[in-house]
DNA sequence: CGTGTCACCTGACAGC
DNA sequence: TGCTGTCAGGTGACAC
């Protein structure tokens, strides 16, 4: 489901929907999804009484600061958030339940359950290296063209698909927004990132910042399941010019999108306007 | 270090 | 109808 414009929407209404709230207490059906702290009844014993007082993003990571801890929320692939009153039926695939103080409920659901959190001290996040190492923020007003040109110069070798997915290269990018911002780069995926050209690399950041403010003021991608926090689809999905839209024609040349397989995920891109060597 | 494959899960869909 | 295989917005472990 979620890449960076996505969980940014989803930040956004839980912002709005949860800050202020005391956490009563957490129920837990799935004991998986909490990975920190490996003690389940830990991990609620912990948020019993604290005020959820912050709701911030770091890439694809959902990070609520409540009282001494932050919880750090990854959605994976189909993790989503509602609030819910108390009395509200408990849809399928709700592994956790935050019951709050005042009778409504922070509920998760995840289909696939790969979805993690983790509850650490405040602003700790050494012991998750996923988190950790991250690399810059692309919507951050840091995140300069020689930022991006001194991020892709420390790569030896590479194809541009597999760096653009790496989160410590840029964070928040995903198999979507991958495919988009190398059509607008005119980049084919399987180019290799040390013969990026400095022209390239300013029109690598231009797609990045285009494709991923354009999308979060849409609200995201709803491709299959994803909704925001009020349940709501994003408005993203219409505006993509080659993820899932293979065997159709490139709104800009006419030639067909074309799906291949790259490093085991579906990768779309127009075979003209994104030529393997990578010129114009 | 890079890359390919698999695993983690469920559900949707195509093809037989 | 039902079975089988494939695929899905992500990441991490593992083998070369």
Redesign the pocket.
């Known amino acids: 489901?979620?890449?960076l414009p996505?969980v940014e929407t989803v930040r956004r209404g839980l912002a709005a929907l949860v800050t202020g709230k005391i956490i009563d207490h957490v129920t837990v059906t799935l004991g998986?999804i909490i990975r920190t702290p490996d003690d389940v009844e830990r991990f609620k014993m912990m948020l019993a009484g604290q005020r959820i007082d912050s709701v911030d993003r770091r890439?694809?990571?959902l990070l609520l600061g409540v009282g001494p801890y932050t919880l750090v929320s990854?959605l994976?692939?189909?993790g989503r958030y509602g609030l819910y009153r108390g009395e509200d039926p408990v849809e399928?695939?709700t592994h956790v339940i935050f019951h709050f103080t005042d009778g409504t409920e922070l509920r998760y659901k995840d289909?696939?359950?790969?979805g993690t959190m983790d509850l650490v001290p405040r602003g700790d996040f050494t012991a998750?290296?996923?988190l950790h190492a991250l690399g810059p923020e692309p919507l951050d007003e840091l995140f300069t063209v020689d930022v991006l040109r001194s991020q892709v110069r420390k790569?030896?070798?590479?194809?541009m698909k597999?760096?653009l997915?790496d989160?410590t290269f840029v964070a928040g990018?995903?198999?979507?927004y991958v495919d988009e911002v190398l059509y607008l780069s005119r980049l084919h995926p399987e180019a290799q990132v040390t013969d990026l050209t400095e022209k390239q690399v300013q029109r690598l950041h231009g797609a990045i910042v285009d494709v991923l403010s354009r999308s979060v003021e849409l609200g995201?991608?709803?491709?299959?399941?994803?909704v925001n926090g009020y349940g709501q689809e994003?408005g993203m999905q219409h505006q993509l010019r080659v993820?899932g839209m293979e065997n159709t024609p490139c709104p800009a040349c006419g030639t067909l999108i074309e799906?291949t397989?790259?490093?085991?995920?579906?990768t779309h891109f127009c075979p003209t306007c994104q030529p393997p060597q990578g010129r114009a």
Request: aromatic share 8%; no cysteine; glycine share 18%.
């Open positions: 489901m979620p890449e996505e998986r890439g694809k990571y990854h994976r692939m189909e399928i695939h289909v696939r359950q790969f998750l290296p996923g790569k030896r070798s590479g194809k597999m760096l997915l989160q990018l995903g198999n979507i995201g991608s709803s491709i299959k399941s994803y994003g993820y799906k397989r790259i490093g085991g995920r579906g």
